[in-house]
């Protein structure tokens, strides 16, 4: 790679920031559809949608894994910004603020009104606040056993520093290892090798761990997640200056996105049931893992490429979201259950309750960004840089 290509992709990646900001985007809206499916949430709505899961299929396997993946990219850029003491300073002011902020302020009105629609819980919030939530235990089992204080959504936060101070100590015992590996590694990946390596490891651990480590977020004994996530993180990390890469992922978009679309189908069809009276139960749990861990590389790798190939457009609406997605990331599940639970009893129907909610939780999201972007005390609690109201450099966001 030449100098001024290193430069150009250090300084910029328009295409990064935009997955980023499509990611979470997508992310506001995937948990607008937790209220309507059958798989747990901290809330439910009265309405049912069966169709949404399917949909909702789409996304879960790969959307927060890219986050990961682009969170690498990012912390790699940042390593010719920042020596690694500055940068592990920077990173944990950038996410371990926000994340005991959130638990403290953010978060716990989402518990509340959980314990108010599963166990019927009568006091005001304020009593909740300081008679549970502060209480360091476990509150309300066997109903809904909310471990109190919690970090619900902001878990990928913490991960996420994790991963980032994990990845600053390998690097202090040995300082030229992403170099080395990241080449080596971008050596083999050039080929078909890109598509294929990396569906093998997510099928591994589908496989492997996800029976023995079912989601927790719960940070300890998480081993599935960690897997997951870390893996995406690294790859982001190790190969965000192998030119050579991103133009294979460009080049190879449409076969990405084909591929991706196969195994999805085969792992719809057999989560639908197809194939129960042909093959063993143990079989076909096994080929859905494989399906499932195959499409989260590969979707991820379509939207790379489809990106770098579509996504160049530089302008204000850029600059001003990519300043504007973590904020929204602390605040929109706070803001969905809300507005969720304020229409409770409303009567309306699915598609006009969903879409109130989206709207109050993409202007809550808004109005808030926008005073704490003005407020120099209450940046850093949102994961802004102190004292400025300029946006910061493409992919050079802590999330």
């Not at 059958?38 to 789409?58: C, D, N, Q, T, Y």
């Amino acid at each position: 790679m030449t100098t001024s290509r290193q430069d150009s992709l250090s300084e910029r990646r328009i295409d990064l920031d935009w997955v980023r900001i499509g990611a979470f985007g997508f992310l506001i809206l995937y948990h607008v559809g937790m209220l309507y499916v059958s798989w747990g949430f901290h809330i439910k709505s009265a309405h049912r949608l069966v169709w949404l899961e399917p949909v909702m299929l789409l996304l879960n396997p790969w959307r927060l894994s890219l986050l990961f993946l682009v969170s690498g990219v990012a912390t790699r850029f940042m390593l010719r910004k920042y020596d690694r003491l500055s940068l592990f300073g920077a990173r944990s002011a950038r996410l371990l603020i926000p994340l005991v902020f959130g638990m403290l302020v953010i978060v716990p009105p989402q518990s509340y009104i959980q314990a108010v629609e599963s166990v019927g819980y009568a006091g005001g919030f304020v009593d909740f606040y300081l008679r549970h939530y502060l209480s360091f235990s476990v509150q309300f089992c066997p109903g809904p056993c909310i471990v109190m204080p919690t970090w619900n959504h902001l878990w990928f936060v913490l991960y996420l520093w994790v991963y980032t101070a994990a990845t600053i100590g390998v690097l202090a015992l040995w300082p030229s290892v992403a170099e080395w590996l990241g080449a080596r590694l971008g050596a083999v990946l050039t080929g078909p090798w890109l598509l294929i390596l990396p569906c093998a490891l997510f099928a591994v651990w589908r496989v492997v761990l996800f029976p023995l480590f079912p989601s927790t977020h719960a940070l300890a004994g998480d081993w599935y997640n960690h897997a997951d996530y870390a893996t995406a993180f690294l790859i982001g990390f190790l190969l965000a200056r192998e030119e050579a890469v991103w133009s294979a992922l460009e080049r190879g978009r449409w076969a990405a996105l084909g591929c991706a679309a196969a195994v999805f189908t085969v792992f719809i069809s057999i989560r639908a049931g197809f194939g129960a009276t042909l093959v063993d139960l143990p079989v076909l749990k096994t080929s859905a893992s494989i399906a499932y861990g195959c499409y989260q590389w590969l979707a991820m790798a379509a939207v790379l490429g489809m990106a770098r190939r579509l996504v160049s457009a530089d302008g204000p609406v850029r600059r001003y979201l990519t300043d504007a997605m973590f904020p929204y990331y602390i605040v929109h599940q706070t803001a969905i259950i809300m507005i969720a639970h304020a229409l409770q009893g409303s009567g309306l129907s699915a598609g006009l309750e969903a879409g109130i909610i989206i709207a109050g939780t993409v202007a809550v999201c808004g109005v808030t960004y926008e005073i704490v972007r003005r407020i120099g005390w209450l940046r850093p609690l949102f994961g802004l840089r102190m004292g400025t109201n300029a946006p910061v450099k493409a992919v050079q966001q802590p999330a």
